[in-house]
Nanobody, 120 residues
Framework: QVQLVESGGGLVQAGGSLRLSCAAS????????MGWYRQAPGKQRDLVAS???????NYLDSVKGRFTISRDNANNTVFLQMNVLKPEDTAVYYC??????????????WGQGTQVTVSS
């Protein structure tokens, strides 16, 4: 099982930056894709960015050019650098990891969520 611990959320003014981190721990065979999702009040949870173990990335259209996802495979950590933040980026951000268990089955794990608030 994989446990995810997030950090780095907070309150920032529009145009500012934040960096989210998510560290994975536990017993597993491998961690495959890692990503960040966000959920604003009354809205569905959306994928913001994801990255495979090989470094392939995918972004929500509205964050392209502003957010960058990266990954430290040696330390099972994923980062989300968020620049030029906008009020519409306000949401709870959740880390996700898709991993292979020691019994070679595929599982998903979620972090507890971290609040990002962008003031106008």
């Amino acid at each position: 099982q994989v446990q995810l611990v997030e950090s780095g959320g907070g309150l920032v003014q529009a145009g500012g930056s934040l960096r989210l981190s998510c560290a994975a721990s536990g017993r597993f065979f491998s961690i495959n894709a890692m990503g960040w999702y966000r959920q604003a009040p009354g809205k569905q949870r959306d994928l913001v960015a994801s990255i495979t173990s090989g470094g392939d990335t995918n972004y929500l259209d509205s964050v392209k050019g502003r957010f960058t996802i990266s990954r430290d495979n040696a330390n099972n950590t994923v980062f989300l650098q968020m620049n030029v933040l906008k009020p519409e980026d306000t949401a709870v951000y959740y880390c996700n990891a898709r991993y292979t268990t020691r019994w070679y089955t595929s599982r998903d794990s979620w972090g507890q969520g971290t609040q990002v608030t962008v003031s106008s």
